[in-house]
């Protein structure tokens, strides 16, 4: 079975638009770590923020945000007012406190256009 | 600068001609994997180490091996390289272990003929 799935394969919205990229887990861990990278079209993996099972608090960055809801098994990252350098794919992943293990997701292809 | 760095960024073989990629790391990490990004699969995890002589698989280690003589390296090696291990190549490290974030090297594209 999947350990995070992004239903969402590619998205495209138009510059300005907001956009929210899907992440539901799978983990029966009391204890884990749920992450987003970029890949922008260069190729490199960019680490965007690390949250950890017990705080479910939302978080916001400038123009990223981040929903974190367990009784979903979500963590959804939204961007605000999107703009063509958010164009990239994006990786929801999963770490688990048993087993030493990483997981990504498969990623969403998101491109914005002017 | 801290970083992570492979060797070779690209790299055209053909089967069964013995590879190694390497890895690198500059800033003490414990924890080094391999993963290999495929389209539509995202990145898979091959292989990973908690610290020195310390590895053990990931979800898809068939056909490669690792080694973790150094805690700075962790080099990735195919015997015997099949078509189906073209792919792209990240590795990564970690302060701490698999809950840590992880950074990345800047992969490695391997085509196989």
């Known amino acids: 079975a999947q350990k995070v799935t992004q239903a969402q394969t590619e998205i495209s919205v138009v510059e300005k638009e907001d956009v929210t990229l899907d992440c539901v887990y799978e983990t029966r861990d009391t204890t884990y770590y749920l992450f987003w990278y970029k890949q922008p079209p260069s190729g490199e993996l960019v680490f965007l923020i690390r949250r950890n099972s017990f705080d479910e608090q939302n978080e916001i960055s400038g123009r990223y945000s981040w929903n974190f809801q367990k009784s979903t098994s979500s963590f959804n990252f939204t961007i605000t007012a999107s703009q063509v350098v958010d164009s990239a794919v994006y990786f929801c992943?999963?770490?688990?406190?048993?087993?030493?293990?990483?997981?990504f997701g498969t990623g969403t292809s998101l491109t914005v256009i002017p | 600068e801290a970083q992570v760095t492979q060797n070779p960024r690209y790299l055209i073989t053909v089967t069964g001609k013995k590879l190694t990629v390497t890895c690198s790391q500059n800033m003490n990490h414990e924890y080094m994997s391999w993963y290999r990004q495929d389209p539509g699969l995202g990145l898979r995890q091959i292989y990973y180490?908690?610290?020195?002589?310390?590895?053990d698989k990931g979800d898809v280690p068939e056909g490669y091996k690792v080694s973790r003589k150094e805690k700075r390296n962790f080099p990735l090696i195919l015997e015997s390289p099949s078509p189906n291990q073209t792919s792209l190549y990240f590795c990564?490290?970690?302060?701490?272990?698999?809950?840590?974030?992880?950074?990345f090297g800047p992969g490695t594209r391997l085509l196989v003929l």
């Open positions: 180490s908690m610290n020195v002589e310390v590895t």
């Open positions: 990564a490290s970690s302060l701490g272990g698999q809950q840590e974030t992880q950074y």
């Open positions: 992943a999963l770490s688990e406190s048993t087993g030493n293990q990483f997981y």
